[in-house]
């Protein structure tokens, strides 16, 4: 958690947490990567993964040259000879590792999907292919359980018709590239929001699935289903051209000023009363911070 004031702006202050984290602090406005569904209090802004993301991607495709909208419709075009539609394996993928918050690792979602997708080989490709953050015998338990499966590349998952979302720790930061991809997304629901999935609509740029998969297979069945390929097409084109508005690094640059400005003056009008009720918290949950320039 870092408290930064600026020598600049002295009077606008940022109370920023820097990493995953699953709470949640109502007591006055915290800037963050993400945040949960129901805390109003956090205002989260691009994460650091999309720009790592962005910053491989152009690094890859450097030959490209992203300067325009018509640059990124020519790399969409390259893709679709890449991975033609008619070629595509008719299954839905996951790869992942074990990651998520469940005291037991069978409760982990990953899990939960992992075995939804025991009996439906056919249509599905979902696997483990690393167990982390579990000790020496959750993970002898889930590879007796589950095994592993080869790691496939972010970009080779559009070998299949459709790909499976789900959150680990915390938000998926892949969500928004595979929404670059021509491969429809199937998207679990979450707990966790961010800045980009703020301006996505169930059913226009992905497909939604519950939390519990009990109704995972029959999504799957109608993404894969030929009688709904125009349908399933449409979503990728649309979730394309989200992609193409909001993925660009100016775009994704002037989007995180702007949320840090707003963010500013909704902290301006709280008050003063934050800096005691932070110091407050800080004593009474132990959060571990930095003070960066001025400490309050």
């Known amino acids: 958690m870092d408290i930064i004031n600026s020598p600049d702006h002295p009077g606008i202050p940022l109370l920023h947490l820097i990493e995953d984290f699953g709470g949640c602090i109502r007591e006055f406005p915290v800037y963050t990567f993400d945040k949960k569904i129901n805390c109003a209090a956090y205002w989260p802004t ?82 483990y292919y690393m167990f982390l953050q579990r000790s020496d015998k959750e993970v002898a338990e889930m590879e007796r359980e589950f095994g592993t499966k080869e790691r496939i590349s972010m970009e080779s998952f559009q070998r299949y018709m459709a790909v499976i979302d789900i959150d680990g720790n915390a938000w998926s930061s892949r969500f928004p590239t595979l929404l670059c991809q021509n491969s429809v997304v199937l998207k679990v629901d979450y707990m966790f929001d961010t800045y980009l999935y703020q301006s996505l609509t169930p059913w226009i740029h992905y497909v939604p699935v519950k939390s519990d998969m009990s109704d995972l297979v029959e999504k799957v069945t109608y993404v894969l289903d030929k009688k709904n390929e125009q349908d399933v ?34 902290l301006n009008a709280s008050g003063l009363e934050w800096q005691e009720q932070w110091g407050r918290l800080k004593l009474e949950k132990g959060y571990n911070s930095s003070i960066l320039v001025q400490d309050y």
């Open 233 to 266: 097409r449409q979503i990728i084109n649309e979730a394309n051209e989200w992609c193409i508005s909001h993925y660009p690094s100016i775009k994704l640059a002037h989007d995180m000023m702007g949320t840090l400005i707003d963010y500013a003056g909704l």
């Open 46 to 127: 691009i994460d650091y993964d999309i720009w790592k993301r962005n910053r491989i991607s152009w690094k890859l495709n450097r030959n490209t040259r992203f300067k325009s909208i018509s640059d990124v419709r020519k790399y969409y075009g390259k893709q679709q000879r890449k991975y033609p539609w008619e070629k595509k394996i008719r299954k839905a993928v996951w790869r992942g590792s074990s990651t998520g918050n469940a005291k037991n690792w069978r409760d982990l979602p990953r899990s939960k999907l992992v075995n939804a997708s025991a009996l439906n080989l056919d249509i599905l490709d979902v696997g």
